[in-house]
């Protein structure tokens, strides 16, 4: 009897065509096709795929921090650090080249950094719940920036080898080397949430902590893992970044963590926790690097562009609340 019923709701549950094609990720495919269209009107050439992969280098470095950014939002929480713990990580990657390390071995010290300063914001965050983690990364955010200026005061290092430039400006064939290792990324982060325990365990703890502490989900190992891999995606950004740039400076990758957050929630994750998908955020990372990249065709300033992606974190904030209270209504 019990199995009867069970095979009446499953299918009672029919696939509703206007629902699926009124999911957030098809707003943002519409809204990315109309920012190619108007690059093109600004750019003849730039409807080409050779242009439009070349674009990506502009803007793929700092992408690779939106995947976990979208676990910890997943989580309720927030990391206002990344772009300095990017400075911190590729200042000490500099700084081990030019003290004689192998260059491997510094890349090495790179993405160790980065996993010190994750697992610090996920400690303290864990261990102090009664603070926002917006607060606390607030501080380390000060706390990681102050040491870059510490170690490298005002100077900038660059003179890597060769072949550490080719990270950011390789290709394979047409296709830069940095879009596919995106892509390997992409795939790898979106499978983990999608298909996997520790996916459905991060929703769980952001749509409630208490009850998923009491259900036996490990809320604080999930919360420090998922830091410790933000640390370190924050070093693999600093790793490209360094070798685009062919230079260190402790005053790189200052905003970034704005344009991260604003990818992740126009990706439609909530700030609340619990809801969201990785679609959405990867189609948000090129909406925001070819409108960037297009304001920059137009000779747009710094300022207003990153007043415009300032905007635009507005306004995704308030559609995603409008949209997930209509959900719950």
Same mark, same amino acid.
């Given at each position: 009897?019990?199995?009867?019923?069970?095979?009446?709701?499953?299918?009672e549950?029919?696939?509703?065509l206007?629902?699926?094609f009124?999911?957030w990720?098809?707003?943002?495919?519409?809204?990315?096709?109309?920012?190619l269209?108007t690059n093109?009107?600004?750019?003849?050439n730039?409807?080409?795929f050779?242009?439009?992969?070349?674009?990506t280098t502009?803007?793929?470095?700092?992408?690779?921090?939106?995947?976990?950014?979208?676990?910890?939002l997943?989580l309720?929480?927030?990391?206002?650090s990344?772009g300095?713990i990017?400075?911190?990580?590729?200042?000490?990657?500099a700084?081990?080249?030019e003290?004689?390390?192998?260059?491997?071995?510094a890349?090495?010290?790179c993405?160790?950094?980065?996993?010190i300063?994750?697992s610090?914001?996920?400690?303290?965050?864990?261990?102090y719940p009664?603070?926002?983690?917006?607060?606390l990364t607030l501080?380390?955010?000060?706390l990681?920036?102050?040491?870059?200026?510490?170690?490298?005061?005002?100077?900038?290092?660059?003179?890597?080898p060769q072949?550490?430039?080719?990270f950011?400006w390789?290709?394979? *064939? +047409?296709?830069p /080397?940095?879009?596919?290792?995106? #892509?390997?990324?992409? $795939? %790898?982060?979106?499978?983990?949430l999608?298909?996997?325990?520790?996916?459905?365990?991060?929703k769980?703890?952001g749509?409630n902590?208490?009850?998923?502490?009491?259900?036996?989900i490990?809320?604080?190992k999930?919360?420090?893992?998922?830091?410790?891999?933000?640390g370190?995606?924050?070093s693999?950004?600093?790793?490209?970044?360094?070798?685009?740039?062919?230079?260190?400076r402790a005053?790189?990758?200052?905003?970034?963590e704005?344009?991260?957050?604003a990818?992740?929630?126009?990706?439609?994750?909530?700030?609340?926790?619990?809801?969201g998908?990785m679609?959405g955020?990867?189609i948000?990372?090129?909406?925001?690097?070819?409108?960037?990249? *297009? +304001?920059?065709l /137009?000779?747009?300033s710094?300022q #207003?562009?990153?007043? $415009? %992606?300032?905007v635009?974190?507005?306004?995704s904030?308030l559609?995603?609340?409008?949209?997930?209270?209509?959900?719950?209504i």
């Amino acid at each position: 009897m019990q199995n009867n019923n069970i095979t009446q709701i499953k299918s009672e549950k029919k696939f509703d065509l206007k629902e699926f094609f009124l999911q957030w990720e098809w707003l943002l495919l519409v809204l990315l096709i109309g920012i190619l269209i108007t690059n093109a009107s600004l750019s003849p050439n730039f409807f080409s795929f050779r242009t439009i992969m070349n674009s990506t280098t502009s803007f793929l470095d700092k992408a690779f921090m939106v995947f976990p950014m979208t676990f910890i939002l997943l989580l309720g929480k927030i990391d206002i650090s990344v772009g300095s713990i990017v400075a911190l990580s590729a200042v000490t990657m500099a700084m081990s080249f030019e003290a004689g390390v192998p260059m491997v071995l510094a890349i090495i010290i790179c993405l160790f950094v980065g996993a010190i300063c994750g697992s610090i914001n996920g400690l303290l965050v864990t261990r102090y719940p009664e603070l926002p983690a917006m607060i606390l990364t607030l501080g380390t955010q000060t706390l990681f920036r102050g040491l870059s200026y510490i170690f490298l005061e005002n100077k900038s290092i660059s003179g890597f080898p060769q072949w550490f430039q080719q990270f950011s400006w390789g290709k394979v *064939g +047409l296709i830069p /080397i940095m879009a596919l290792v995106f #892509i390997a990324f992409a $795939v %790898i982060y979106s499978s983990v949430l999608h298909r996997t325990a520790f996916g459905r365990e991060l929703k769980s703890i952001g749509f409630n902590e208490r009850t998923s502490k009491y259900s036996g989900i490990r809320v604080e190992k999930n919360i420090i893992l998922s830091y410790v891999l933000l640390g370190v995606m924050a070093s693999v950004t600093a790793m490209f970044l360094a070798s685009r740039m062919s230079s260190v400076r402790a005053d790189i990758a200052v905003g970034y963590e704005l344009e991260v957050i604003a990818m992740a929630v126009l990706g439609g994750v909530s700030t609340n926790g619990g809801i969201g998908k990785m679609y959405g955020p990867i189609i948000a990372v090129f909406i925001i690097g070819f409108l960037r990249y *297009g +304001l920059g065709l /137009i000779n747009v300033s710094s300022q #207003i562009i990153t007043l $415009v %992606i300032g905007v635009l974190l507005i306004v995704s904030v308030l559609v995603t609340k409008l949209r997930f209270r209509k959900k719950t209504i």
